[in-house]
């Protein structure tokens, strides 16, 4: 069982809740000192509440200056929470209450049999958060004063219809003519990798187990578990594709009748992005974090891009690891795009400015050099960032150029080259086509750098007098132009003219 401590102090800035004062009045309608107390609520002190688990052991101590105490705890429909409030030092009285959201009182208790303290089980009845309010008798208008601890332990939940299940939980039911199927729900997150069992315990039950999404859309059934010689059902490796509301249906084949045992667990790897059917979602400005080890040495994120985004991923080593970072952008059917080992600096990983095709869901892929092979392991951070698309400024006359696509030109005496302007990313291979369309014109492409210096050239690497710049790797990420003109050479004719198109294009790798 875990335990935590809160100081007598300790708060949540900006959780105070003007609504406790309704619930403090309720509570001092219910003491001997009603009519003072709740002229003192009706004043308009508001008190501050602290968030705590279901699970733990809170410290505090009452007195004149802190008459009551306010803690706020998250409950799920047919949960059962114990409180056991004891008195560890002075002279306290102390009152235990619970409020739902609503101000509805849900529990209260002053003495238990053996002495100043109270204890006593809740059965949450809608799913929401319950304040619980710790009091001296008579709050401010009470005379005792000392320590407390409360106790608060998730006991289980109920099998009612309805009840909200947590991972982990076991639950029992019925199934009968008069009820045919009985309902749970549980919240879960993207990436949860779920085992739900539902086993027979009495008379001639055949289980079936469905569950269905908040839309009441099927996403997976069973009725005989698969490679066992038995009438149970069980759904294995069950992984959740968005976070939401999901329900139970725990059910029975033909008319069969009987009791049951229901069970829901996380399976191992689940939520850590461990599988490929199982990603975990990122966006972009996000960082994840997680680890690389022999035994699981790769993991698996999702997200989702518009056409033409420009994105960035870096997988950093984090300190206390040799991990030697790797990762792969994959389209959504997991065929790689790209891959990066260092260019991150120091064994870390970096994708830098890549252009997404198509909109749609894309993964990435961290994993480590070597990937199954591989010797190194550690903890990584992993970011995702979405890059202004940069402004590419061509020079006066010149037009912009986009890869993919096509511009027709005509070079003559009057007009003997023509500028376009583009943005390129470090390893794109370029391909760039000029046709001539009409006269004797001979065509020559240049490639320049953001600078306007020459990387390349091309003269006749096309069909007959063409120019073909073929899958030219860039060198940088950036601004590129290329400059259509006629070859001005010795050995042929400078003054050619004519009417050409010219093709840009990306060539695979």
């Known amino acids: 069982m875990r335990y935590f401590k809160i100081a007598n102090a300790a708060t949540l800035e900006g959780m105070k809740r003007s609504c406790l004062c309704a619930l403090l009045l309720l509570a001092a309608l219910l003491t001997p000192a009603a009519q003072a107390q709740s002229r003192e609520v009706r004043a308009g002190e508001a008190a501050e509440e602290t968030r705590v688990a279901q699970e733990g052991l809170i ?13 706020a705890v998250e409950g799920l429909r047919g949960e059962v929470i114990g409180f056991d409030l004891r008195v560890t030092g002075g002279s306290l009285d102390p009152i235990l209450a619970v409020f739902d959201e609503s101000g509805r009182l849900a529990l209260r208790r002053d003495d238990s049999a053996s002495g100043n303290g109270a204890a006593q089980d809740l059965a949450i009845e809608a799913s929401g958060r319950y304040f619980v309010v710790v009091g001296r008798f008579g709050y401010r208008l009470g005379s005792t004063a000392g320590a407390y601890e409360l106790r608060m332990t998730r006991k289980g939940v109920l099998s009612e219809r309805g009840s909200a299940l947590r991972y982990g939980d076991s639950v029992i039911g019925t199934i009968s003519d008069a009820a045919a199927e009985v309902y749970y729900t549980f ?13 027979r315990s009495s008379g001639t039950l055949d289980p079936f187990l469905r569950v269905v999404d908040s839309d009441r859309f099927l996403i997976a059934e069973n009725d005989d578990q698969a490679g066992a010689d038995t009438r149970n059902a069980r759904l294995d490796s069950l992984v959740i594709d968005r976070a939401g509301t999901y329900i139970i249906i725990a059910t029975r084949y033909d008319d069969s009748a009987g009791s049951f045992v229901l069970s829901i667990e996380e399976a191992p790897g689940s939520g850590s992005g461990s599988t490929r059917q199982a990603p975990l979602p990122i966006d972009y400005g996000e960082t994840k974090q997680s680890s690389i080890s022999h035994e699981q040495y790769e993991r698996f994120y999702s997200f989702e891009a518009a056409a033409a985004d420009l994105v960035t991923i870096s997988m950093t080593r984090d300190e206390g690891g040799n991990l030697d970072s790797f990762i792969t952008l994959a389209d959504a059917e997991y065929r790689a795009l790209e891959e990066d080992d260092d260019d991150g600096g120091e064994q870390n990983a970096r994708i830098s400015d890549y252009r997404i095709p198509a909109a749609g869901r894309y993964h990435i892929i961290a994993t480590r050099y070597e990937k199954a092979q591989g010797k190194t392991s550690g903890r990584f951070s992993l970011r995702l960032e979405l890059a202004e698309d940069p402004a590419v400024e061509p020079p006066p006359g010149a037009l912009s150029l986009d890869f993919g696509s096509s511009v027709t030109g005509k070079i003559s005496a009057d007009n003997e080259a023509d500028i376009y302007a583009l943005y390129g990313r470090r390893g794109e291979r370029l391909t760039a086509a000029m046709t001539r369309m009409d006269g004797d014109l001979d065509p020559y492409l240049e490639l320049l750098d953001a600078a306007q210096t020459i990387v390349t050239t091309n003269d006749d690497g096309g069909n007959g007098q063409n120019a073909l710049i073929n899958s030219y790797p860039l060198p940088a990420s950036g601004t590129y132009y290329l400059r259509a003109r006629r070859y001005s050479g010795d050995n042929g004719n400078p003054d050619t003219s004519g009417a050409y198109v010219l093709v840009l294009a990306e060539s695979p790798g």
């Open 59 to 71: 410290s505090g101590a009452l007195d004149d200056d802190t008459p009551f105490e306010v803690f």
């Open 187 to 199: 919240q879960a997150q993207q990436g949860d990798i779920l085992t739900i069992t539902m086993l």
